[in-house]
């Protein structure tokens, strides 16, 4: 969430999401007829507009009124491509109280979520939709609606998730903008001569964009964009397709995972303006001018400059009929700024690849496939030295499990469930589970599972479900919340720091089968000390690549309405003690006999309390602990403020990691970790961090890919003087010599050193300056 002043330069549909490809297994419950396909007949509406909709926000302060499910129609929208429907979709968004506005003084709030549902329709818009905090807006998935921009269109953009107020204020501080997620969109901009933008996305961490298609002019001079984000600190985004218009999409934010987005026509695709780290996986641009500008900025360190871009990761790219692939505003000369890796980019028709506006070539294209290729200081075992490279780099090694048949990273949209009917799901509330914040809903919703697994797509109504004991989610379930449905472990089971207790656990020990939980949010309620939250057991069936994972799923960790984790509990002054601010042991474990694919998920300790602004301090044994053989995909995540470590892999295999972000709890050294947990050796690294938790360390682990990281530590004792000295922590990345892993695209921030074997520091990060943050292009073992 970090906040912080600094300047940086600006320079200026298909439906087939989600099919079930193969039946759905059923081994843990005992229903009896299996789901095997959906139900939906071929005119139906999306499952989404016609299931009951019962859901609730259990700490609003009128749950019996507060309604969260919203359809667009039902606040008079037409949707017949002629009425301004403006009013009406404003109005079906703010309704009941929401977070946010002129005057409103509501930074973030998690009492009042909404899922705002438009049907098939087009829908003419002639101002901003403004996406308030916690707002998911999703069009019917069967046959996605259109947002039609009159041509009178004025405004930032069709769709506007952090408003400008004048004075450079803003509805929300760009770094805290979380919750927001927009699918299944047509959105159209061309009847707007002038300029115009799809989406202004200045979001944070816990933010979605999927399946939209931009359609854009295609007329020479127009001056249509996509989208617009220009700070932010997110995030997730994928599964795009940009047609025409003048820049598909300007890009600025800290970090951001982008995967699977389509450029055809545009003068420029991406306008990349500023980030200390991004990754792109599965990128298609077809016939522009040029594919992606990156704007260098000054190197700089504190205050008073410019930051451009700092690193670019691109992963499985297609480029077709342009000129210049990628094009740097500026000669990289040595000079950090700008660090690129390319990885498996086909290029047809491309005769410049790598380009400086104005200058000179630094990499020819053609039509050729580039392997592997960098501009950056690279790096080589236990030596300190940076070779500063413009040019080819080794093959990455690649299990083949990671990999779908063309030889690209695997990829698998958020499960949308487009071919089945309501009569096809289950909700849990209309089983019994009352999701109100107080009742224990364990038995309730164990019920349901071992009811209906298989059997049914298990629907969590919007609420939050407290649980007393270990809820086991068999193999072969389907899990789907309702704008972030909240299931919470709360009680005396959770007390114990040295004998831990699984809250979720996800598929028996070395069970198989699918697995799909989208769209919720796993927590606790305080004190849990012993509470290892999420376990992840279950294996994808052999021949279904990613058929266990989560999309769009969160584990948020304190700060919220009634998990008594908050301002009053846990004021950074401490004043109560550690007792009552143990969160969990550990956040998200997954064993060694399980496969996940993990895509948009934030592991979050709050720093900060989302209903009261005040900072916090809590503690949270542990992050994210992966055993697992394999495969492994955590596409654009985030682990914060864990006491010991962000990520520990510990004996894995076959894990494909990009972009992976973490930040360091803001009270370290004060306590020392593993204080103020103790070391239990099942799930500790043997080398604590010194001081400060690891971000990211590895043990005995093979054919490890962490293709993008942003790992950053901004305060010691709370107190960010530590800043000044660029030196927060010592050391944050650990890698043991019996790893095989490669490391691509490693930004830091204010890190002495920026990657340590067996707990020696290896790389200085005075070597590697790139404005804000530092950033090691490449090491690898050798
Ligand atoms: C689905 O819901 C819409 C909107 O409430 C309603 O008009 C329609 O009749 C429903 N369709 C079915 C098949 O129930
Ligand atoms: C976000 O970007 C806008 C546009 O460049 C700029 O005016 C604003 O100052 C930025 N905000 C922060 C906090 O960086
Ligand atoms: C990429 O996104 C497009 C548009 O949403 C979709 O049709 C396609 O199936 C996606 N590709 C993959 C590999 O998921
Ligand atoms: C910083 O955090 C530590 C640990 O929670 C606490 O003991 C200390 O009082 C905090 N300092 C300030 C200035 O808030
Ligand atoms: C929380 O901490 C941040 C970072 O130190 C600080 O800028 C902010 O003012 C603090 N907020 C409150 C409400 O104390
Ligand atoms: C932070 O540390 C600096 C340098 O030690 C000190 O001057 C300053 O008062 C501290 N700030 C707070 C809020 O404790
Ligand atoms: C890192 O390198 C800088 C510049 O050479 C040097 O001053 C500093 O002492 C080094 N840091 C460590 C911890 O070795």
Not at 195 to 207: E, L
Not at 445 to 466: M, P
């Amino acid at each position: 969430m970090f906040s912080r002043n600094f300047c940086h330069a600006l320079a200026g549909v298909s439906a087939l999401l989600g099919m079930l490809t193969s039946p759905v297994y059923s081994l843990g419950s005992s229903c009896s007829a299996p789901l095997t396909k959906g139900s939906a007949g071929p005119n139906d509406p999306f499952w989404m507009e016609n299931i009951t909709h019962q859901g609730i926000s259990a700490y609003n302060a009128n749950p019996s009124t507060y309604v969260v499910f919203r359809n667009v129609m039902d606040y008079g929208a037409k949707g017949d491509g002629v009425t301004d429907d403006t009013a009406a979709i404003n109005s079906a968004i703010s309704s009941g109280g929401r977070c946010g506005g002129d005057g409103a003084g509501c930074d973030s709030s998690t009492t009042s979520p909404a899922l705002v549902y438009f049907p098939q329709g087009t829908y003419k818009i002639s101002s901003p939709l403004i996406a308030l905090y916690q707002t998911q807006l999703i069009g019917d998935a069967r046959v996605p609606p259109t947002l039609l921009a009159a041509s009178s269109f004025s405004g930032i953009a069709l769709i506007d998730a952090d408003p400008y107020l004048g004075d450079n204020w803003q509805y929300y501080v760009n770094q805290d903008n979380f919750f927001r997620s927009v699918r299944n969109f047509v959105i159209d901009l061309r009847q707007v001569s002038g300029s115009a933008t799809g989406i202004h996305w200045q979001v944070s961490q816990a933010t979605s964009l999927m399946n939209i298609v931009f359609q854009m002019s295609t007329a020479a001079g127009n001056q249509h964009q996509g989208i617009f984000m220009e700070n932010g600190s997110g995030g997730f985004l994928g599964d795009l397709v940009f047609n025409g218009g003048n820049i598909g999409a300007t890009f600025g934010n800290q970090q951001f995972t982008v995967r699977n987005l389509t450029f055809n026509n545009p003068v420029t695709a991406i306008n990349a303006i500023w980030n200390w780290g991004w990754t792109m996986q599965g990128l298609t641009i077809n016939n522009a001018q040029v594919g992606i500008t990156i704007t260098q900025g000054q190197t700089c360190a504190q205050t008073g400059c410019a930051q451009g871009v700092g690193a670019e990761a691109i992963i499985d790219a297609v480029v077709i009929n342009t000129p210049i692939f990628i094009q740097n505003s500026a000669p990289s000369n040595g000079a950090l700024d700008g660090s690129i890796v390319l990885n498996n980019v086909k290029l047809t028709n491309v005769p410049i690849a790598v380009g400086v506006q104005n200058g000179a070539t630094v990499l020819a294209g053609g039509s050729i496939t580039i392997d592997t290729w960098a501009q950056g200081n690279v790096y080589e075992g236990t030596s300190g030295n940076p070779i500063f490279t413009q040019g080819n780099l080794a093959s990455i090694q690649k299990s083949s499990s990671l990999l779908d048949s063309a030889g690209r990273i695997f990829q698998k949209t958020h499960p949308q469930y487009i071919d089945y009917a309501p009569s096809d799901f289950v909700s849990v509330r209309s089983q019994g589970a009352k999701g109100d914040g107080q009742t224990d809903d364990t038995q309730a919703i164990q019920n349901v599972f071992n009811e209906y697994a298989g059997c049914k797509i298990i629907f969590f109504d919007a609420g939050t479900y407290l649980v007393s004991s270990t809820i086991q989610i068999p193999a072969g379930t389907q899990i789907v919340g309702e704008a972030w449905s909240v299931i919470a472990g709360s009680g005396s089971a959770f007390f114990d720091y040295a004998n831990p207790e699984v809250v979720v656990q996800v598929g028996a020990p070395d069970s198989t089968g699918v697995l799909e939980i989208t769209d919720m949010i796993f927590m606790t309620h305080g004190p849990a000390a012993g509470a290892i939250i999420v376990e992840w057991n279950v294996h994808d069936p052999s021949g279904q690549q990613a058929a266990a994972g989560v999309w769009d799923t969160h584990l948020i960790i304190g700060g919220s309405a009634g998990s008594q984790f908050q301002g009053s509990e846990c004021p950074t002054s401490q004043a109560n003690g550690y007792q009552p601010c143990f969160t969990d042991f550990m956040g998200f474990h997954i064993t060694s006999g399980a496969s996940a694919y993990l895509e948009g998920m934030w592991v979050w300790l709050a720093d900060h309390d989302l209903d009261g602004g005040e900072n916090l301090s809590l503690y949270s044994g542990r992050g994210l602990m992966s055993e697992s053989q394999g495969p492994v995909w955590m596409i654009g995540t985030a682990v914060e403020h864990h006491v010991g470590y962000q990520y520990y892999l510990k004996g894995a295999a076959d894990h494909y990691i990009g972009l992976a972000q973490t930040e360091t709890p803001y009270y370290q050294p004060d306590p020392v970790p593993p204080a103020p947990f103790i070391t239990v050796s099942a799930y500790d690294p043997q080398q604590i961090g010194q001081g400060a938790a690891w971000a990211f360390t590895v043990e005995n682990s093979q054919n490890i890919l962490l293709f993008g990281a942003g790992f950053y530590s901004f305060f010691q004792d709370n107190n960010s003087t530590c800043q000044t000295s660029q030196n927060c922590q010592s050391q944050i990345v650990n890698i043991d010599t019996q790893s095989t892993i490669s490391v691509y695209s490693l930004s830091t921030v204010d890190t002495t050193y920026q990657l340590s074997i067996s707990g020696q520091g290896i790389i200085n990060r005075s070597n590697n300056p790139n404005g804000f943050a530092d950033t090691v292009t490449a090491w690898t073992r050798s």
